[in-house]
Every structure is written in C-alpha cells, then in structure tokens.
C-alpha cells in the first residue's frame, strides 16, 4: 500500500501544472492558463507505468497536458480540456499525431500522450487544447530537445 502511494504521489508531482523544474512551460489565454511538460518515460517508476498504462522506455517520452482557470479572487481551478496534436522536427513536414488519452488524479485531469523521443534533435509540438466547447481551439506550440540515457 505504502509503495502504491509513493508510486501515485511521483506520477502527481510530474503531472504538477506548477512544477518549478519544468521552467513554468505555460501559455495563458484569457483567463485560462494551458500548462505543458514533455518527460522521458523512463522516469515513471514501473508501478505507476504499469497503473496507467504507460510505456517505459529510454526512447519513449510522455507529454502532459492541465489547464487551469484563474478565478477572479486569485485562485486557479482545474478544467477539462481536450488537446489533439503533432510532433515532428523544426519543419514540421515529418510530424506524426499524437494520441492523447484522459488521466484524472484526484480532481486534476490532464491529457496525456506517448511519443517516441529523436535523440539530441529538437522536437516540435503543435497542439490545440479545447477548453471551452463554444470558442476556437488554443493554439501551442513549443520545442524540445530530448536525450536518451543509454
């Protein structure tokens, strides 16, 4: 039981919108506050792999993607999002889709997407997060480098 709850908590704390070492990678729109971060999979421990059905392996990387909505007192709260997407090279005439699924822990859904990592190449992501169903989609896009630990 002990080992289930350090298993969830890790997964928690990389799903953290807020998380300090992910330098803040967010975009806000209105009021809302689209929070992204791109892992290797081969941080998750085996346990919470194997609780969400996730892939662990040192060519693997895990995208998440929260959002949040700033509250007129402060506060943000959770939102449900939809998020479709590609990821490619710099000149996106290679990108692949990405397939994201639902993740909720606790109250904070999230969508998630496994992809496979290009070593020492940057990575382009175009996405289109949907949280409100009568506006147009979001639009974000950023870039990272992965590296494979062999």
Avoid: C
């Amino acid at each position: 039981m002990q080992r289930r709850s350090l298993s969830l908590l890790f997964l928690a704390w990389l799903m953290l919108p807020a998380w300090p070492l992910s330098a803040q990678q967010f975009e806000v729109v209105d009021q809302y506050q689209i929070h992204y971060s791109a892992v290797s999979t081969s941080f998750l421990s085996e346990d919470v792999a194997k609780t969400y059905g996730i892939q662990r392996h040192p060519a693997m990387a895990l995208l998440n993607v929260s959002v949040l909505e700033e509250l007129e007192d402060g506060s943000s709260q959770p939102v449900t999002a939809s998020v479709d997407g590609r990821v490619g090279g710099l000149a996106g005439d290679d990108a692949t889709p990405l397939t994201f699924r639902s993740l909720r822990i606790d109250d904070t859904p999230s969508q998630v997407a496994v992809f496979r990592i290009r070593e020492d190449e940057p990575m382009r992501f175009d996405l289109r997060v949907r949280f409100d169903r009568n506006a147009e989609p979001a639009e974000v896009s950023f870039i990272q480098r992965f590296y494979i630990d062999h």
